[in-house]
């Protein structure tokens, strides 16, 4: 109860810090921007932010079309195993996959219940939510950080790490950002000399 409470509550400050960065538009551009001294640091800045914004933007739309693909596959397999409505079931893994861990127990759960309710054979009906758990361990832990590995220029064991990590330290809304914050640090390590060797390490 105290894990689900603490998920609901991450999932909640997430979505509340997203509509506050969303209504802010360039103000925090215009600020550093205004704030640097030099004509280089601001040009450095301003191509920063933009790298940021493309690369989450492109990470946003990986996740939602490896979504859809497990949705669909998941589906296929529901229908192979017999299950009713397996499009339902299809869509519904599809939304909760947003949702790291949570949204495939949740998945794994609902399928398990109504197997249950549909199937007399106990054998048939565990193998319901079993194809699904196989499924979501594919995806979580080969395809995804292969993935985003390619289209993100991460190495995916960097990204393996980097989940891990945060999901430890912030639980679910660690998860939600980890990609997202390993993505903006190596941009950021790209730009800046110094750094430049970590930006290299991580990249793939």
Known sequence: MTKTRDALFGLTVLIV??????ASGDLFLRK???????????????KILREIEDSISKYLITVAIINACLGTVAGLVFWALGMPNPALWGALAFLLHFIPYLGALAEIVI?????????????????????YLCLAIAEGNFITPYIMGRRMTLNPVVIFIGVTFWGFLWGILGIFLAVPAVVMFKIFCDHIEPLAPIGEFLGS
Not at 32 to 46: F, I
Not at 111 to 131: E, I, Q
């Open 111 to 131: 399928v398990g219940m109504v197997a249950l309710a549909t199937f007399p054979n106990l054998g048939h009906a565990m193998l319901v939510p079993l194809a």
């Open 32 to 46: 550093l921007v205004h704030v640097l001294q030099k004509l280089e640091d601001k040009k450095r800045a301003v």
């Open 17 to 22: 810090l997203l509509y506050f960065l969303l």
